[in-house]
Protein backbone atom coordinates (compact mmCIF):
# COMPACT_ATOMS: atom_id res chain seq x y z
CA UNK A 1 0.00 0.00 0.00
CA UNK A 2 1.08 3.70 -0.40
CA UNK A 3 2.77 5.19 2.75
CA UNK A 4 0.55 7.89 3.83
CA UNK A 5 0.00 10.68 6.78
CA UNK A 6 -2.87 9.03 9.09
CA UNK A 7 -1.80 4.80 8.02
CA UNK A 8 -2.39 2.41 10.60
CA UNK A 9 0.26 -0.40 11.24
CA UNK A 10 0.67 -2.95 13.52
CA UNK A 11 3.99 -4.97 14.27
CA UNK A 12 3.84 -7.80 16.51
CA UNK A 13 7.06 -7.94 18.42
CA UNK A 14 9.08 -5.56 20.46
CA UNK A 15 12.85 -7.34 19.30
CA UNK A 16 15.35 -5.47 17.54
CA UNK A 17 13.53 -6.63 14.42
CA UNK A 18 9.96 -5.44 15.00
CA UNK A 19 10.94 -2.32 16.53
CA UNK A 20 13.52 -1.70 13.54
CA UNK A 21 10.00 -2.05 10.92
CA UNK A 22 8.34 0.11 13.73
CA UNK A 23 11.13 2.96 13.57
CA UNK A 24 11.07 2.68 9.73
CA UNK A 25 7.27 2.79 9.68
CA UNK A 26 7.34 6.03 11.08
CA UNK A 27 9.15 7.99 8.43
CA UNK A 28 7.04 6.67 6.34
CA UNK A 29 3.91 8.00 7.75
CA UNK A 30 2.88 5.54 9.22
CA UNK A 31 1.37 5.97 12.72
CA UNK A 32 2.19 2.31 14.30
CA UNK A 33 1.39 0.09 17.44
CA UNK A 34 4.02 -2.40 18.50
CA UNK A 35 2.12 -5.81 20.38
CA UNK A 36 4.57 -8.19 22.46
CA UNK A 37 3.65 -10.81 24.98
CA UNK A 38 6.53 -10.10 26.95
CA UNK A 39 7.73 -6.52 26.12
CA UNK A 40 10.83 -5.11 24.70
CA UNK A 41 13.38 -7.36 23.89
CA UNK A 42 11.52 -9.81 25.54
CA UNK A 43 13.22 -12.71 23.19
CA UNK A 44 16.25 -12.67 21.87
CA UNK A 45 17.24 -9.13 21.52
CA UNK A 46 18.74 -9.06 25.46
CA UNK A 47 21.36 -11.03 25.89
CA UNK A 48 23.26 -11.80 22.63
CA UNK A 49 26.68 -11.25 21.54
CA UNK A 50 25.58 -7.33 20.49
CA UNK A 51 27.86 -7.63 17.47
CA UNK A 52 27.00 -5.83 14.21
CA UNK A 53 29.13 -7.92 11.59
CA UNK A 54 28.13 -7.76 8.17
CA UNK A 55 31.34 -9.25 7.09
CA UNK A 56 30.22 -12.41 8.88
CA UNK A 57 26.86 -12.64 8.01
CA UNK A 58 26.18 -16.18 6.02
CA UNK A 59 23.52 -19.08 6.13
CA UNK A 60 24.01 -21.45 9.31
CA UNK A 61 23.06 -24.80 7.52
CA UNK A 62 26.48 -25.35 5.83
CA UNK A 63 28.75 -28.26 4.50
CA UNK A 64 29.60 -30.77 7.47
CA UNK A 65 26.58 -29.54 9.76
CA UNK A 66 25.12 -32.67 9.38
CA UNK A 67 27.83 -35.14 10.84
CA UNK A 68 28.61 -31.81 13.49
CA UNK A 69 24.58 -32.50 14.31
CA UNK A 70 25.14 -36.12 14.65
CA UNK A 71 27.55 -36.37 16.93
CA UNK A 72 25.82 -33.39 18.98
CA UNK A 73 23.44 -35.89 20.05
CA UNK A 74 25.91 -37.52 22.38
CA UNK A 75 28.22 -34.54 23.39
CA UNK A 76 26.57 -32.56 25.88
CA UNK A 77 29.23 -29.94 25.50
CA UNK A 78 28.68 -29.19 21.66
CA UNK A 79 28.48 -25.81 20.52
CA UNK A 80 25.65 -27.19 18.58
CA UNK A 81 23.24 -29.11 20.81
CA UNK A 82 20.00 -30.91 19.24
CA UNK A 83 18.40 -32.42 22.21
CA UNK A 84 17.37 -36.35 21.78
CA UNK A 85 14.04 -35.24 23.25
CA UNK A 86 13.32 -32.16 21.06
CA UNK A 87 13.81 -34.41 17.99
CA UNK A 88 10.02 -35.33 17.56
CA UNK A 89 9.24 -31.85 17.43
CA UNK A 90 11.71 -30.50 15.11
CA UNK A 91 12.56 -33.41 12.70
CA UNK A 92 10.71 -31.81 9.73
CA UNK A 93 13.23 -28.74 10.36
CA UNK A 94 16.08 -31.08 11.05
CA UNK A 95 15.48 -33.08 7.80
CA UNK A 96 14.96 -29.80 5.60
CA UNK A 97 17.73 -27.77 7.41
CA UNK A 98 19.99 -31.20 6.35
CA UNK A 99 18.89 -30.68 1.99
CA UNK A 100 20.88 -26.84 2.42
CA UNK A 101 23.44 -28.05 4.03
CA UNK A 102 25.77 -28.20 1.15
CA UNK A 103 28.60 -25.91 -0.78
CA UNK A 104 26.53 -24.83 -3.35
CA UNK A 105 23.79 -23.61 -1.60
CA UNK A 106 25.83 -22.10 1.31
CA UNK A 107 27.72 -20.47 -1.57
CA UNK A 108 24.29 -19.44 -3.09
CA UNK A 109 23.02 -17.98 0.46
CA UNK A 110 25.88 -15.49 0.89
CA UNK A 111 25.19 -14.34 -2.25
CA UNK A 112 21.77 -13.66 -1.19
CA UNK A 113 22.39 -11.68 1.96
CA UNK A 114 25.03 -9.46 0.29
CA UNK A 115 22.65 -6.36 -0.39
CA UNK A 116 21.40 -6.43 2.77
CA UNK A 117 24.75 -6.92 5.08
CA UNK A 118 25.82 -3.75 2.66
CA UNK A 119 22.78 -1.75 4.74
CA UNK A 120 23.43 -2.46 7.97
CA UNK A 121 26.10 -0.02 9.27
CA UNK A 122 24.41 2.89 7.72
CA UNK A 123 20.93 1.63 8.67
CA UNK A 124 22.22 2.03 12.69
CA UNK A 125 23.44 5.03 11.11
CA UNK A 126 19.91 6.78 10.54
CA UNK A 127 18.38 5.41 13.80
CA UNK A 128 21.43 7.42 15.80
CA UNK A 129 20.57 10.58 13.58
CA UNK A 130 16.88 10.11 13.91
CA UNK A 131 17.36 9.86 18.08
CA UNK A 132 18.29 6.37 18.77
CA UNK A 133 21.20 7.09 21.27
CA UNK A 134 22.25 4.20 22.68
CA UNK A 135 26.13 4.12 21.86
CA UNK A 136 27.79 1.96 19.09
CA UNK A 137 31.88 1.10 19.65
CA UNK A 138 33.04 0.66 16.32
CA UNK A 139 35.81 -2.43 16.61
CA UNK A 140 37.59 -5.07 15.17
CA UNK A 141 36.54 -8.48 15.41
CA UNK A 142 39.79 -10.14 16.63
CA UNK A 143 39.51 -14.43 15.87
CA UNK A 144 41.95 -16.36 18.28
CA UNK A 145 42.76 -20.31 16.79
CA UNK A 146 44.87 -22.70 17.85
CA UNK A 147 47.04 -22.10 14.73
CA UNK A 148 46.66 -21.00 11.34
CA UNK A 149 45.34 -24.47 9.96
CA UNK A 150 42.59 -24.37 12.25
CA UNK A 151 41.79 -20.82 10.60
CA UNK A 152 41.53 -22.02 7.20
CA UNK A 153 37.63 -23.02 7.01
CA UNK A 154 37.26 -19.81 8.47
CA UNK A 155 39.81 -18.06 5.77
CA UNK A 156 37.89 -19.90 3.15
CA UNK A 157 34.27 -18.44 4.40
CA UNK A 158 35.41 -15.04 4.64
CA UNK A 159 36.45 -15.21 1.01
CA UNK A 160 33.49 -16.05 -0.38
CA UNK A 161 31.50 -13.37 1.78
CA UNK A 162 34.17 -10.91 0.23
CA UNK A 163 33.76 -11.95 -3.36
CA UNK A 164 29.77 -11.82 -2.51
CA UNK A 165 30.43 -8.32 -2.66
CA UNK A 166 30.64 -7.32 1.05
CA UNK A 167 33.59 -5.02 1.57
CA UNK A 168 36.17 -6.63 4.11
CA UNK A 169 39.55 -6.08 5.41
CA UNK A 170 41.09 -9.14 7.09
CA UNK A 171 44.65 -9.31 8.70
CA UNK A 172 46.78 -12.22 9.78
CA UNK A 173 47.80 -12.18 13.52
CA UNK A 174 50.96 -13.73 15.12
CA UNK A 175 50.68 -15.11 18.95
CA UNK A 176 52.51 -11.88 20.04
CA UNK A 177 50.28 -9.66 17.60
CA UNK A 178 47.29 -11.64 19.10
CA UNK A 179 48.13 -11.14 22.62
CA UNK A 180 48.67 -7.51 22.04
CA UNK A 181 45.20 -6.90 20.42
CA UNK A 182 43.42 -9.52 23.26
CA UNK A 183 45.56 -9.47 26.49
CA UNK A 184 42.55 -11.97 28.03
CA UNK A 185 43.56 -14.73 26.01
CA UNK A 186 46.02 -17.72 26.91
CA UNK A 187 49.03 -18.96 25.46
CA UNK A 188 46.29 -21.71 23.27
CA UNK A 189 45.80 -19.16 20.97
CA UNK A 190 48.54 -18.73 18.87
CA UNK A 191 47.12 -17.58 15.25
CA UNK A 192 44.95 -15.12 14.44
CA UNK A 193 42.88 -13.16 12.42
CA UNK A 194 41.31 -9.22 12.62
CA UNK A 195 38.12 -8.39 10.51
CA UNK A 196 37.95 -4.17 10.58
CA UNK A 197 35.16 -1.99 10.13
CA UNK A 198 32.31 -4.19 12.65
CA UNK A 199 30.85 -2.38 15.92
CA UNK A 200 29.43 -3.84 18.92
CA UNK A 201 26.49 -2.61 21.47
CA UNK A 202 24.93 -3.75 24.76
CA UNK A 203 21.50 -5.45 23.12
CA UNK A 204 19.45 -4.61 25.77
CA UNK A 205 20.48 -1.20 26.51
CA UNK A 206 20.65 -0.60 22.76
CA UNK A 207 17.04 -2.34 22.00
CA UNK A 208 15.17 0.09 24.80
CA UNK A 209 16.83 3.17 23.58
CA UNK A 210 15.20 2.11 19.81
CA UNK A 211 12.13 1.87 21.40
CA UNK A 212 12.58 5.17 23.55
CA UNK A 213 13.12 6.54 20.09
CA UNK A 214 9.94 5.06 18.87
CA UNK A 215 7.93 6.29 21.85
CA UNK A 216 8.97 9.87 21.72
CA UNK A 217 7.87 9.84 18.07
CA UNK A 218 4.61 8.86 18.76
CA UNK A 219 4.09 5.42 18.35
CA UNK A 220 2.55 3.04 21.12
CA UNK A 221 4.33 -0.43 22.63
CA UNK A 222 1.52 -2.61 23.92
CA UNK A 223 3.43 -4.85 26.40
CA UNK A 224 2.23 -8.30 28.13
CA UNK A 225 -0.88 -8.56 25.39
CA UNK A 226 -1.00 -11.41 22.77
CA UNK A 227 -2.00 -11.18 19.68
CA UNK A 228 -4.52 -14.28 18.94
CA UNK A 229 -4.35 -13.48 15.31
CA UNK A 230 -4.87 -11.04 12.74
CA UNK A 231 -8.21 -10.96 10.22
CA UNK A 232 -9.08 -9.46 7.06
CA UNK A 233 -11.86 -7.00 7.11
CA UNK A 234 -13.69 -5.42 4.75
CA UNK A 235 -12.44 -2.16 2.50
CA UNK A 236 -9.02 -3.70 2.67
CA UNK A 237 -8.52 -3.34 6.46
CA UNK A 238 -7.10 -5.66 9.27
CA UNK A 239 -8.52 -6.45 12.33
CA UNK A 240 -5.77 -7.52 15.42
CA UNK A 241 -7.28 -9.77 17.75
CA UNK A 242 -6.14 -9.58 21.16
CA UNK A 243 -7.97 -11.34 24.28
CA UNK A 244 -10.56 -10.04 22.73
CA UNK A 245 -10.53 -6.81 21.56
CA UNK A 246 -10.28 -5.78 17.78
CA UNK A 247 -8.66 -2.88 16.51
CA UNK A 248 -8.26 -2.13 13.02
CA UNK A 249 -5.28 -1.86 11.25
CA UNK A 250 -4.15 -0.90 7.30
CA UNK A 251 -0.81 -2.94 7.18
CA UNK A 252 0.08 -5.77 10.20
CA UNK A 253 3.74 -6.98 10.21
CA UNK A 254 4.31 -10.27 11.38
CA UNK A 255 8.16 -9.93 13.60
CA UNK A 256 7.79 -12.28 16.63
CA UNK A 257 10.79 -14.07 16.12
CA UNK A 258 10.98 -17.75 17.44
CA UNK A 259 7.14 -17.54 18.08
CA UNK A 260 6.51 -16.02 13.93
CA UNK A 261 4.65 -19.24 12.73
CA UNK A 262 2.10 -19.64 14.67
CA UNK A 263 0.65 -16.29 13.08
CA UNK A 264 2.17 -16.30 9.69
CA UNK A 265 0.96 -20.18 9.20
CA UNK A 266 -2.24 -18.23 8.11
CA UNK A 267 -0.68 -15.89 6.01
CA UNK A 268 0.94 -19.00 3.87
CA UNK A 269 4.23 -18.73 5.64
CA UNK A 270 5.74 -22.12 5.25
CA UNK A 271 9.22 -22.15 5.55
CA UNK A 272 10.63 -24.05 8.12
CA UNK A 273 11.55 -22.36 11.34
CA UNK A 274 12.24 -23.38 15.05
CA UNK A 275 13.94 -21.53 18.01
CA UNK A 276 17.92 -22.09 18.47
CA UNK A 277 18.26 -21.01 21.60
CA UNK A 278 21.83 -18.94 22.25
CA UNK A 279 23.19 -18.85 26.32
CA UNK A 280 25.06 -15.92 27.71
CA UNK A 281 26.72 -14.50 30.85
CA UNK A 282 28.67 -11.84 32.37
CA UNK A 283 32.29 -12.60 34.26
CA UNK A 284 34.23 -10.05 35.66
CA UNK A 285 38.14 -10.15 34.27
CA UNK A 286 41.40 -9.04 35.46
CA UNK A 287 41.89 -6.78 32.42
CA UNK A 288 39.24 -5.11 30.62
CA UNK A 289 38.42 -6.56 26.93
CA UNK A 290 39.37 -4.31 24.55
CA UNK A 291 36.80 -5.42 21.92
CA UNK A 292 34.70 -8.44 20.64
CA UNK A 293 36.82 -11.64 20.54
CA UNK A 294 35.68 -14.76 18.72
CA UNK A 295 36.91 -18.33 19.35
CA UNK A 296 35.43 -20.18 15.99
CA UNK A 297 35.99 -23.61 17.33
CA UNK A 298 34.40 -23.18 20.36
CA UNK A 299 31.43 -20.78 18.90
CA UNK A 300 31.86 -18.30 21.67
CA UNK A 301 31.78 -15.00 21.39
CA UNK A 302 33.42 -12.76 23.79
CA UNK A 303 32.22 -8.80 23.99
CA UNK A 304 32.79 -6.06 26.36
CA UNK A 305 30.01 -5.52 28.79
CA UNK A 306 29.66 -3.50 32.10
CA UNK A 307 31.85 -4.71 35.04
CA UNK A 308 33.68 -7.53 32.96
CA UNK A 309 32.83 -9.40 29.92
CA UNK A 310 29.90 -10.83 28.26
CA UNK A 311 30.24 -15.17 26.70
CA UNK A 312 27.63 -15.82 24.18
CA UNK A 313 27.81 -19.06 22.76
CA UNK A 314 25.78 -22.47 22.15
CA UNK A 315 22.78 -23.03 19.28
CA UNK A 316 20.38 -25.51 21.05
CA UNK A 317 17.85 -26.84 19.11
CA UNK A 318 14.81 -27.07 21.70
CA UNK A 319 11.55 -25.26 22.23
CA UNK A 320 11.44 -21.82 22.88
CA UNK A 321 10.14 -21.75 26.05
CA UNK A 322 11.75 -24.40 27.54
CA UNK A 323 13.60 -23.06 30.51
CA UNK A 324 17.08 -22.05 30.89
CA UNK A 325 19.62 -25.60 31.45
CA UNK A 326 22.20 -24.44 33.24
CA UNK A 327 24.59 -27.39 32.02
CA UNK A 328 24.80 -25.12 28.72
CA UNK A 329 26.67 -22.47 30.63
CA UNK A 330 29.00 -24.96 32.21
CA UNK A 331 29.53 -26.03 28.65
CA UNK A 332 30.52 -22.95 27.64
CA UNK A 333 32.73 -22.30 30.65
CA UNK A 334 34.71 -25.84 30.22
CA UNK A 335 35.38 -24.77 26.90
CA UNK A 336 36.57 -21.48 27.35
CA UNK A 337 38.73 -22.07 30.01
CA UNK A 338 41.84 -23.35 28.05
CA UNK A 339 41.70 -19.64 25.88
CA UNK A 340 41.18 -17.24 28.54
CA UNK A 341 43.12 -16.13 31.37
CA UNK A 342 42.55 -13.60 33.87
CA UNK A 343 38.70 -14.46 34.41
CA UNK A 344 37.21 -14.97 37.32
CA UNK A 345 34.87 -18.25 36.69
CA UNK A 346 33.15 -17.71 40.29
CA UNK A 347 31.36 -14.39 39.71
CA UNK A 348 29.13 -15.49 36.73
CA UNK A 349 26.35 -13.35 36.72
CA UNK A 350 22.91 -12.19 34.25
CA UNK A 351 22.65 -15.32 32.88
CA UNK A 352 20.50 -15.61 29.83
CA UNK A 353 19.02 -18.07 27.48
CA UNK A 354 16.96 -16.51 24.48
CA UNK A 355 15.25 -18.53 21.15
CA UNK A 356 16.75 -17.06 17.88
CA UNK A 357 14.35 -17.97 14.90
CA UNK A 358 16.41 -20.09 12.06
CA UNK A 359 15.45 -21.17 9.25
CA UNK A 360 15.91 -24.60 7.49
CA UNK A 361 17.77 -22.41 4.56
CA UNK A 362 19.56 -20.18 6.32
CA UNK A 363 17.96 -17.16 5.28
CA UNK A 364 15.44 -14.91 7.00
CA UNK A 365 11.82 -13.77 5.75
CA UNK A 366 11.26 -10.49 4.89
CA UNK A 367 8.29 -9.33 2.55
CA UNK A 368 4.73 -9.97 1.75
CA UNK A 369 2.60 -12.39 2.59
CA UNK A 370 -0.70 -14.23 0.62
CA UNK A 371 -3.21 -12.72 3.14
CA UNK A 372 -3.34 -9.25 2.16
CA UNK A 373 -1.67 -6.30 3.84
CA UNK A 374 -0.01 -9.04 6.03
CA UNK A 375 4.12 -8.62 6.16
CA UNK A 376 6.85 -11.16 7.88
CA UNK A 377 10.29 -9.92 9.07
CA UNK A 378 11.75 -12.71 10.81
CA UNK A 379 14.05 -16.03 10.63
CA UNK A 380 17.49 -13.87 11.20
CA UNK A 381 19.18 -16.46 13.17
CA UNK A 382 22.05 -15.49 14.72
CA UNK A 383 22.17 -12.14 12.67
CA UNK A 384 19.36 -10.55 13.98
CA UNK A 385 20.79 -7.64 15.52
CA UNK A 386 23.06 -7.14 12.60
CA UNK A 387 20.40 -6.89 10.30
CA UNK A 388 17.45 -5.86 12.12
CA UNK A 389 17.85 -1.71 11.17
CA UNK A 390 18.70 -3.17 7.55
CA UNK A 391 14.95 -5.40 7.44
CA UNK A 392 12.96 -2.33 8.96
CA UNK A 393 14.87 0.48 6.60
CA UNK A 394 14.23 -2.36 3.51
CA UNK A 395 10.47 -3.49 4.67
CA UNK A 396 9.40 -0.40 5.49
CA UNK A 397 10.32 1.24 1.67
CA UNK A 398 8.55 -2.04 0.30
CA UNK A 399 4.85 -1.46 2.34
CA UNK A 400 5.04 2.31 1.70
CA UNK A 401 5.62 1.97 -2.19
CA UNK A 402 4.44 -1.24 -2.87
CA UNK A 403 7.52 -2.22 -4.87
CA UNK A 404 9.91 -4.51 -3.16
CA UNK A 405 13.64 -3.69 -2.47
CA UNK A 406 16.34 -5.73 -5.03
CA UNK A 407 17.95 -6.79 -1.44
CA UNK A 408 14.58 -8.71 -0.06
CA UNK A 409 14.65 -10.65 -3.25
CA UNK A 410 15.41 -14.03 -2.25
CA UNK A 411 13.73 -13.56 1.33
CA UNK A 412 10.13 -14.21 0.49
CA UNK A 413 8.26 -15.37 3.07
CA UNK A 414 6.29 -17.93 0.68
CA UNK A 415 9.03 -19.65 -1.00
Not at 154 to 181: K, Y
Not at 289 to 302: D, E, K, M, N
Not at 322 to 340: C, F, G, Q, T, W
Request: glycine residues 12%.
Amino acid sequence: MAGQVGSRAAVVGAGIVGLSVAWFLQQEGFEVTVFDARGVAGGASAGNAGWITPGMVSPLPEPGMVGYALRSLVRRDSPLRVTPTALPATARFLASFAMNCTRAKWNRGVGSLADICALALSSYDLLERGGVTAELWPSPIVMAFRDAAEAVPVEHELRVIGEAGVALDVTELSQRELREERPVLSARARHGLKLEGQRYLQPLAYTQSLAESFRSRGGQITSGVRVDRVESASGGKLTVITSGERTAFDVAVLASGAWLSRLAKSAGVRPPLTAGRGYSFTVKTATPLAGPLYLPSLRVACTPAPGGMRLAGTMEFRSADAPLDRRRIDAIVRSAKDYLEGVDWASISDVWVGPRPVTADGLPLIGATRQAGVYVAGGHGMWGMTLGPATGRLLAEFIAKGERPAALRHFDPCR
